[in-house]
């Protein structure tokens, strides 16, 4: 079984720049989330998808940052303009919701802003 | 609102020791508990899912606890190697499929 997929797993831009992270989750797991991670520091949600519509995306900074998942399969999460302080590893991760229950994630998509 | 926490925040040990991690949650009512595994750069490995209704999963050197009462997980690492060095996070989902993880603990362990 395929894990969650996720690109790029770097990338460096200015600050003021924009970026996009894909993610393409396990198969048949209707349940997406967007996580940011600063080191040293727990996963924080970012958004959470259920099909392709949106559960929960309150901790998302709605100026700068924006996610989809059209079809309700992959999705893209953006950040336009960059900050210094948005340098991070951005996380996909999907859940088993019909099953255990268990939380699977990607490789991580680290940013750094200069 | 839950809180997930883990002590120590880093521990070194020398190879072959057995350890425990710890994880502790403020709300009890969870589905479940995960423990993942992260090597620097890199995503989260899920190790081990302990249902609530569970009180141990075991996968080779690895045995987590659930006290869900007292809102306790722990897991234990046998005879620790080198390539156990990572952070270990722990994360309980609760009700509308939601995730709260604690910050890790960093473990080393010296050969």
């Known amino acids: 079984e395929a894990g969650v997929a996720q690109s790029p797993r770097y990338k460096i831009i200015e600050k003021r720049q924009s970026v996009a992270f894909w993610c393409n989750p396990i198969?048949?797991?209707?349940?997406l989330y967007w996580y940011q991670q600063i080191l040293g520091q727990g996963p924080k949600l970012l958004i959470q998808?259920?099909?392709?519509?949106?559960?929960?995306d309150s901790q998302l900074p709605k100026d700068r940052f924006s996610a989809e998942r059209l079809k309700g399969v992959d999705s893209t999460l953006k950040i336009q303009p960059a900050k210094l302080e948005d340098s991070a590893v951005y996380l996909c991760?999907?859940?088993?919701?019909?099953?255990?229950?268990?939380?699977?994630f990607g490789e991580g998509s680290r940013l750094t802003v200069l | 609102k839950q809180e997930v926490t883990q002590i120590p925040a880093a521990l070194s040990v020398p190879e072959g020791e057995n350890l425990v991690l710890n994880c502790s949650f403020t709300?009890?009512?969870?589905?479940?508990l995960q423990w993942f595994r992260q090597d620097p750069g890199k995503g989260l490995t899920s190790l081990l899912l302990?249902?609530?209704?569970?009180r141990e999963q075991t996968s080779g050197r690895l045995n987590a606890s659930l006290d869900k009462s007292s809102g306790r997980s722990t897991l234990y690492i046998a005879a620790s190697q080198p390539g156990d060095s990572a952070t270990y996070l722990c994360?309980?989902?609760?009700?509308?499929?939601?995730?709260?993880f604690g910050t890790g603990t960093s473990l080393t362990v010296i050969p």
């Open positions: 709300d009890s009512a969870i589905y479940n």
């Open positions: 302990i249902q609530s209704s569970q």
């Open positions: 998808f259920q099909n392709n519509g949106v559960v929960d």
């Open positions: 198969s048949g797991h209707a349940t």
């Open positions: 994360a309980v989902r609760v009700s509308g499929n939601q995730f709260y």
């Open positions: 991760a999907s859940l088993d919701r019909r099953g255990t229950g268990e939380l699977f």
